[in-house]
């Protein structure tokens, strides 16, 4: 009995999904094939169906595919469907009581990213993003986040790319502002949104990772500029800190 037989039809799309999920690096179909053992003609195949499908995304050279955002974000909506969600909301509503403001768990969508879950402020005075809120990537914290998590190819790449409205005086809209904050941020761990969005905000974000290192959210908090400065939102970083290891713990552990 061959190899391919010995593995049902349904299951070989979801073990080509899982390899390249928990793969620290791109994969070409050769490296799929090593790994699950399907016939080269066979993977080429289903992996041909999932591209077309925006599951699956190439590689600039063309040879190595990596799960599209499509797929990432189906694996978002599965986290929000099964119970780790209440686990989530709860870690939140710790992380949101360690720094008093409110506290926002975000995932990166097509155009931008998504608020997802949050924990809302006691504070009267407060910022109103509700969930369901879509943010621009290049302006806001979460989103400079994201950017950071990316490959160096494919940062320009989407950068280069994106339209880098102007929000204020402060909104980043050159690729190389933009660039240099995302280097920051991958030098540092955290990004800032110093009223880059929004006039009189300022918000922090730190990424939350599975596993294997990959980039799943950003849990970020944000507040007023007349409650919270840039210096007193790096005081939170602890606390954000935290936050993302129990999520990354509570998720996939």
Known sequence: MSEESRIPT???TLLILETLSSANDA???TQLNQTIGLPKQTIHRLVSTLESEGF????PGGKKLRPSR????MAAGLLNASQSHIIRHQILERVAEETSETVNFVVSGVTGMNYLDRIETNWAFRIQLPIGSSVPFHCTASGKVFLSSLRKKECRT???SMRLDQFTEQTRITPEALMADIKQCQKLGFAIDNEEFMVGMIAIAVPVLDTQGNFVAALATHGPSQRMSVAQAKDRLPSLLKGASLLR?????
């Not at 699956?56 to 590689?59: A, F, K, S, V």
């Not at 713990?249 to 552990?253: E, G, K, P, Q, S």
């Open 10 to 12: 349904n299951l070989r």
């Open 27 to 29: 994969l070409s179909a």
């Open 56 to 59: 699956l995304i190439r590689d």
């Open 70 to 73: 499509r797929l990432r974000n």
């Open 158 to 160: 989407l950068v280069g």
């Open 249 to 253: 713990t509570a998720l996939f552990n």
